[in-house]
């Protein structure tokens, strides 16, 4: 195909160095360096980084925090949202000058059992951004065509950012609980995945309990749709959850091992509870007995598809969910890290590189 190239909607093409966040050692702060800019190769495009969320995948990856390491030095970073400055050769998925989203799931085969059958995010030979690929903590990133998801008109990059990990990821743990109209869902943990997980178990229809440890998260859970909340610093949350009958389903965001056996234990006989946060401890106890009578399923989702990820972007154009969050710029790294791990930010934090 021929490609058109609006050249007022894009940047000429990039050459020389370009600022990155990188990853040296798992022991020490990130570094802002001085790198090449990445170039396309067949199959790839260059994006021109408008914002980037951080996750806390971010922070794990830098600290090697997870048994499977990336390898430094590495750029994290995989709610990358910017412009198409770069197309390789055979690219006919997106043009020069789209707006596109590099979200996690950065490459898979696209031929396994798995992929053809709607659950690439399970694919075993599977890339992701940030951590076996360089990602968007930078000034440009490079993304294979086919996994990157055009960013509608009408949706910010500052917002889209966050949507493209946070989002997605609880979308799709919504889908997965499989929450109908009247379910009670407990969402345990609200921050950055916790606020749009609200949402979106409110948009299918569920009446939501959220427990977090701090009040002014709760309050922001109560401004997003929350009907309950809870302060799990302050009274014990499966007592209250099942005080309201037990919920339908729960989903666990917080990096805490307790908090997900809180959320198993709110649960009503045949709920099911939904594992998202990856804690680095890396290991909850459950009792088998009251697994086995109550009919209890427990499941594991890892964020979601392309599809998921439209669909996201498709809610949020229609104006049906809010992204809290707070602009830094790319230099600020290591602060905004640091502030993530004291638990003293309200939702998102997105960098401007
Ligand atoms: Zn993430
Ligand atoms: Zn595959």
């Known amino acids: 195909m021929t490609v058109t190239v609006d050249e007022t909607r894009i940047a000429p093409t990039p050459v020389g160095t370009m600022k990155a966040a990188v990853v040296r050692s798992f022991t020490a702060p990130l570094e802002l360096e001085h790198v ?19 996750c806390h995948t971010d922070i794990h990856a830098a600290h090697g925090d997870w048994p499977i390491k990336p390898s430094p030095p590495f750029t994290p970073g995989h709610e990358g949202v910017g412009i198409v400055v770069e197309v390789g050769a055979g690219v006919g998925e997106v043009a020069l000058g789209d707006r596109v989203a590099m979200p996690w799931l950065g490459y898979a085969c696209g031929a396994c059992e798995y992929c053809v059958s709607g659950w690439e995010t399970l694919c075993l030979e599977q890339k992701n951004m940030g951590y ?6 930078a000034e440009y990133a490079k993304a294979y065509a086919r996994y990157v998801v055009k960013v509608p008109d009408g949706v910010d990059p500052v917002d889209a950012a966050p949507l493209t990990c ?3 990821t609880t979308y799709k743990a919504v889908k997965v609980a499989g929450t109908r109209s009247s379910d009670l869902v407990a969402v345990f943990g609200v921050g950055g995945l916790g606020h749009l997980a609200i949402q979106y178990a409110a948009i299918a229809g ?8 701090t009040d002014e998260k709760l309050e922001l859970a109560r401004s997003l749709g929350a009907e309950f909340t809870v302060n ?31 959320a198993y234990a709110s649960l009503r006989r045949g709920g099911t509870i939904v594992f998202v946060a990856l804690p680095a401890e890396n290991e909850v106890k459950l009792p088998i007995f009251h697994t086995v009578l109550n009919g209890i399923t427990v499941k594991g989702s890892i964020v979601g598809t392309r599809v998921d990820l439209r669909e996201v972007f498709e809610l949020h154009a229609a104006g049906k969910t809010r992204v809290i969050l707070e602009e830094h710029a790319l230099d600020e790294v290591d602060e905004c890290i640091d502030a993530v791990e004291a638990g003293k930010v309200p939702a998102r934090l997105v960098f401007r590189p």
């Open 36 to 54: 090449a800019i990445p170039t396309a190769g067949t199959g790839e495009v260059v994006v021109r980084v408008e914002a980037s969320g951080l």
């Open 132 to 137: 076996s690929m360089d990602g968007a903590f």
């Open 166 to 168: 946070a989002g997605v």
């Open 206 to 213: 569920g009446r939501v309990v959220a427990v977090d440890i």
């Open 232 to 262: 799990a610093a302050k009274e014990d949350p499966a007592a209250a959850i099942q005080a309201l009958g037990g919920a339908d389903q729960t989903i666990a965001l917080a990096v805490s091992p307790r908090s997900f056996e809180q």
